[in-house]
């Protein structure tokens, strides 16, 4: 991440900052404490071993700052005070120490380097008046983790609706992965493997793979079956019907997470995928303020009922699909999650700002996010049809197995599925769709 002064998310950060602080003081007040403390994190290893595992900073740490490369290092924030940052820089020459403060945050900052982890504890305030927000493995001394949890519900409460900069770093990122999505999709039509087209993503994102806000899905053919499909195999498949890409990119922290479904021109395979899209373009079209994300996902599945009955994969009406389960055979998932600074953002289950959980939907338990939308909140819509053949299999030896053209299945199957996955605003006047929105500029 270029954090240079020039960046269109400088001028937008004062703001983002005070709005994180007031968020930070009421979560205080909340929890009766004077001091949130936020460690940024702390590199872990594998078993038994000197090698260290990729490092993932504290995400309430990034909610202030767009250091996701900085182990060992503390904010403190502490009412009517500007925050302090301690920044470990350490004497090592093993690795490349962090850079010097710079960038469009230090000016915000009271901003103390030390040399070591250890370092960092003597500019922190007494223990028992800190909120410490973090995992417990990254104790220091005294310092340990305690995640109050009226305080760390209220800013996760607050973290869902995003500021200006919040939301132009993922408009930012939204662009970063359309780079590579667009890079994907001619490596596929170019009859590449899936880790050559995975390399091909990565080149056009510039992200190296420890750096995605996920692991990429890149699914050839059946593959787009297998939901979170987590490899990327070298040899080259038979044919190259159809492919699945699941893949976002980080900007100050923040992630996208897009996917689309290419395939080789299959009148039958190509009419699911543009009903799909259909379905997805509508959905996406309904986010709002105030619009309740568990009818979303209930519209979805009559959506797809619909799109199964039409198409005669199922001989049933779309109602009672859902109301038997056929149509969680084809869409076995939720239809999306909040997205921020974690793909799958926190808060998605809260009843309110004071704590409180309301669940997914009975039958429904892959769903993430139960809230009403609030303006400037961020969620994916991701409808998606499959032919799993674990589920094929029950639905086959179960009641409805009559009501399914299992020839028209079979000739589908090889294709795995579709998915279309888009990030959407809810903006105070409708749907900002930041994703088909990357998608316009990169072929404008
Ligand atoms: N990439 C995982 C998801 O779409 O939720
Ligand atoms: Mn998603
Ligand atoms: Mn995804």
Known sequence: MDHASHTPL?????????????????????????????????VRYAFQDDR??????????????????????????????????????????WHLPPAPPHGYWPEHFEVVVVRDAAEAARHLPPPARCAIVGDPD????????????????????????????????????????????????????DGRSERQIHAAYLE???????????????????????????????????????????AGAEVAGYASDITRTWHDGD?????????????????????????????????????????LEELGIVRMAADEQVASGVSAVFFPHGIGHLIGLQVHDVGGFMAGPGGGRTGPPEGHPFLRLTRPLLPDMVVTIEPGLYFIPML???????P??????????????????VRIEDDVRAAPDGAENLS????AQAVA
């Open 392 to 398: 094929l299999e029950r639905l086959r030896a179960g």
């Open 10 to 42: 400088a001028s937008l950060y004062p703001a983002h900052l005070a709005r994180v602080m007031a968020s930070a003081d009421a979560a205080l007040a909340a929890a009766g404490k004077d001091h949130l403390v936020l460690p940024s994190g702390r």
């Open 267 to 307: 009148a039958t395979f190509a009419a699911l995928v543009a009903a799909v899209d259909a379905v997805q373009r509508a959905l996406c079209a309904r986010v709002r303020p105030g619009v309740d994300y568990r009818d979303l996902h209930l519209e979805a599945h009559r959506r797809l009922a619909a799109v």
């Open 52 to 93: 260290p595992l990729p490092f993932r900073a504290n995400p309430n740490f990034l909610h202030w700052l767009p250091l996701t490369d900085l182990p060992d290092s503390w904010l403190v924030h502490s009412p009517g005070r500007r925050p302090t940052l301690v920044y470990c820089q350490p004497d090592d020459y």
């Open 400 to 417: 409805h197995a009559g009501r399914v053209d299992w020839a028209l299945v079979g000739r589908l199957a090889p294709y795995g599925g």
């Open 138 to 189: 990254w104790a220091l001394g005294e310092h340990v983790p305690d995640n109050p949890q009226a305080l760390v519900g209220r800013l996760h409460w607050d973290r869902a609706c995003k500021s200006e900069y919040e939301l132009e770093a993922m408009r930012m990122a939204n662009r970063r992965a359309v780079r590579g999505h667009l890079a994907a999709r001619q490596a596929f039509h």
């Open 204 to 246: 056009a994102t510039g992200h190296a793979e420890p750096d995605l806000p996920y692991g990429s899905i890149v699914a050839l053919n059946a593959h787009a079956a297998v939901l979170h499909y987590q490899h990327q195999r070298h040899d080259l498949p038979d044919a190259h019907r159809s492919f699945l890409l699941d």
């Open 436 to 439: 088909r929105d990357a998608f």
